[in-house]
T-cell receptor, first 111, second 114 residues
């Protein structure tokens, strides 16, 4: 079943601006992960944040996690046209290491 | 180069036909997964396998079958019982040896019905 829900469904920004995507989920988690998918391709892992962490950085990416609100956000700073892709959050809550994916945010960065 | 290879890239199925999607990995990963992705939607889990000769149904296993005879290979068969098979199919793997595992994905197979 779908647990993560991303918001917004689509986001269009100008190059150089920051992009923020949000993810909400329903049950307790071990960790939350963000993935990127270019059109017609497989997903690529971006960043993982554990349930006992509140913020994590990787290059131009910043992820926050609020377990009390069951939500996470992904911030991409100084966006580039090459950042155009769909971004998915995925929650790890099961013992079988199944990840449950949300429906994604389609980000378009205009040059 | 280590990675996951899916083939074919595009596949067409006729009415009543079974088709098999290939997934091979050389990452020495124990766990492998099959997901289905419909346009504009997220991924739904079809089947997964944590070890050779063992696999479990995911959320939408009806109309699909898998095998795991080798660690490197996890083929997915879309049977004639799957009435709406048109979708993008993604295979993934992970090492299954610790917490906080991330998935490595293949490049996908687009299946369409003729």
């Amino acid at each position: 079943s779908q647990q993560g829900e991303e918001d917004p469904q689509a986001l269009s920004i100008q190059e150089g601006e920051n992009a923020t995507m949000n993810c909400s989920y329903k049950t307790s988690i071990n960790n939350l992960q963000w993935y990127r998918q270019n059109s017609g391709r497989g997903l690529v892992h971006l960043i993982l944040i554990r349930s006992n962490e509140r913020e994590k950085h990787s290059g131009r990416l910043r992820v926050t996690l609020d377990t009390s609100k069951k939500s996470s956000s992904l911030l991409i700073t100084a966006s580039r046209a090459a950042d155009t892709a769909s971004y998915f959050c995925a929650t790890d809550a099961g013992s079988a290491r199944q990840l449950t994916f949300g429906s994604g945010t389609q980000l378009t960065v205009l040059p | 180069d280590g990675g996951i290879t899916q083939s074919p890239k595009y596949l067409f199925r006729k009415e009543g036909q079974n088709v098999t999607l290939s997934c091979e990995q050389n990452l020495n990963h124990d766990a492998m997964y099959w997901y289905r992705q419909d346009p504009g939607q997220g991924l739904r889990l079809i089947y997964y396998s944590q070890i050779v000769n063992d696999f479990q149904k995911g959320d939408i296993a009806e109309g699909y079958s898998v095998s795991r005879e080798k660690k490197e290979s996890f083929p997915l068969t879309v049977t004639s019982a799957q009435k709406n098979p048109t979708a993008f199919y993604l295979c993934a793997s992970t090492s299954n040896r610790g917490r906080d595992e991330k998935l490595f994905f293949g490049s996908g197979t687009q299946l369409s019905v003729l």
